[in-house]
């Protein structure tokens, strides 16, 4: 599978609202597919579409257990508690910034066959949801930073 190409802020892309998918046939699959090598070799902890150029509303969030979640149409159904923790982007190397989210949240999406489902998800995998999920209506972490943080204090 090849990787496709992050792109990085100042792209236009990353500004516009996506549209919904509504054929789930092999050019989806392959982008899924494509998405999911990127983001490994990237080795980040989601990827949205409009990352790699592509505006329609799917996305990949890294589970706990290590595995990939592909999301498509995703919407937050539910959300408890808060949550303010660095928040990082593939397509803005270098930046991160603290971010509050929710605790928890509740999604549904389909699959890469159109299937529906929802699912739970807590802590640094409810915060991954929501960061796509904004890469999809066009915002940035950026957009939600509380406070700047030196790369270097991460470590």
Known sequence: MPTRNIVKEGDLCLRKICRPVTDFNSRLHI?????????????????AAPQVGVLRRLALVLLD????????????IEQEGTQSDAEGCLSIPGVWG????????TVRAQDRFGNEFTYQAEGFTARA???EIDHLDGHLFTDFVTEYIDPEELE
């Open 129 to 131: 949801f929501c960061h």
């Open 31 to 47: 982008l899924l597919d494509d998405m999911r090598e990127t983001l490994a070799q990237a080795n980040g902890a989601g990827l």
């Open 98 to 105: 603290i971010v509050e989210r929710p605790m928890t949240v």
């Open 65 to 76: 257990d290590g595995s990939y979640l592909e999301i498509i149409n995703p919407e937050i």
